[in-house]
Each structure stands twice: as C-alpha cells, then as structure tokens.
C-alpha cells in the first residue's frame, strides 16, 4: 500500500511556462509535506515544505497547494527554466514520528529552452 | 560546508561479503537515517536514528544492521550481501521538527 503516490512518471514543459507536478497521500496522519529535488548523481535536496494547517507556501517561483479534503498537494513552478529539469519527490511524514518520511516515486521534469 | 558525507561513493561486493557504509554529518543533528533507492521507485527507509545511542528499524530493514556510536556518525552494514541489495543508499539527518532531512550524495553499491 503506497502511501504517497506521484501518478506522473514525466513532465516536459516549455521554458517560461508553468509546471505542475502533483501527489496523492494516503495516510490522513501525515501533517508535513516536503518537496525535495534530486540532480542524477546527486543527494535530494529540500525545495518547499508546507504544513497540514496552511493551504499554500510559496518561496519565490515555487509554489505548494494542500488540498487536505482530497489528500493532494502539488508543485507548481513559475516561470520554469531549463535548470529546473530534475527529478522531484514528494514526501510526507507525521512530525511526532521521528520525523520519518515517506516518499513518492518521483516525477522527472523536463524543462525544454 | 560539508554538510552529510558518505563513504565510500562507489562499491562492487560478490554475493556473501559484508560491509559498512558510513554516514557522517557535522552539522549536530539530532537523527540519521539510511534509505535505499531503487529504480524508478522513491525513497524507502532502511534504519533511522532518533540521538546518539539509539537505532530503529524503518520500512525495510532486513539484511541491514546499524550503529550511532557517535552523533555524528551513523553506520549502515550488510553482513551477508545478496543481489537484492543492489541499490543507491541515501544517509540523511534533520535537526527538529518541522525541519527538512539533509542528504548525502549516495552510494551506489552493485552485487554480484
């Protein structure tokens, strides 16, 4: 039973356009949300978080929506540019847990100039 | 700024051997944990530490064993490796709540 779920392999989008990547979660528990991208070769790195009593957190082009009736939150990226390409993981985790976070299987965006 | 270090970066084991994967992190972060990333799959977690001290087991530890000796140092072993073991291993540690996990680079470790 996949808890976090990224339903999109891939995404490729135009320079300058907007991305959006998404993920579905389970779990009703989880109550922190992380966005994390990852270069080949390279450790993942946090880009945004959000916590389950906000709907929406922005830092600069990036942008996370909660959905929390629908279990979803996405990734929205604006205005993209080739450097964004990367894979992006979704992860969730309750923060009384130790804080371990389950992740999804990623969505690998392609950022076309 | 070193951040988390992982050792070594690259490894070919034959099926039966055993050994250590360190994990060193140098910004006094209360835990460690070791994932494994397999192909076209997200993280999935190993082992994880809540201090120095203390280990817990994640979502797949078997076929691993760990130690925190140390704060700074969080140990992932393979006693007997087999070729399901074939994978990239993340160690990440994270401060206090509400606060992100730092990874290291990775070590991709083959089976034979």
């Known amino acids: 039973d996949q808890q976090v779920k990224q339903n999109s392999p891939s995404l490729s989008v135009q320079e300058g356009r907007i991305s959006i990547l998404n993920c579905d979660y389970t779990?009703?528990?989880?109550?922190?949300f992380l966005w994390y991208k990852k270069y080949p070769a390279e450790g993942p790195t946090f880009l945004i978080s959000i916590s389950s009593i906000k709907d929406k957190n922005e830092d600069g082009r990036f942008t996370v929506f909660l959905n929390k009736s629908a279990k979803h939150l996405s990734l929205h990226i604006v205005p993209s540019q080739p450097g964004d390409s990367a894979v992006y993981f979704c992860?969730?985790?309750?923060?009384?847990?130790?804080?371990?976070?389950?992740f999804g299987d990623g969505t690998t965006l392609t950022v076309k100039p | 700024n070193a951040g988390v270090t992982q050792t070594p970066k690259f490894r070919v084991l034959k099926t039966g051997q055993s050994m250590t994967l360190l994990c060193a992190q140098d910004m006094n972060h209360e835990y460690m944990y070791w994932y494994r990333q397999d192909p076209g799959m997200g993280l999935r977690l190993i082992h994880y530490s809540v201090g120095e001290g203390t280990t817990a087991k994640g979502e797949v530890p078997d076929g691993y064993n760990v130690s925190r000796l140390k704060k700074q140092n969080f140990l992932l072993g393979l006693e007997s490796a087999a070729p399901s073991q074939t994978s990239v291993y993340f160690c990440?540690?994270?401060?206090?709540?509400?606060?992100?996990?730092?990874f290291g680079d990775g070590t991709r470790l083959s089976i034979l």
């Open positions: 779990n009703s528990m989880f109550d922190y």
């Open positions: 992860a969730a985790r309750v923060d009384t847990n130790a804080g371990k976070s389950t």
């Open positions: 990440a540690s994270r401060d206090q709540v509400n606060q992100p996990q730092h």
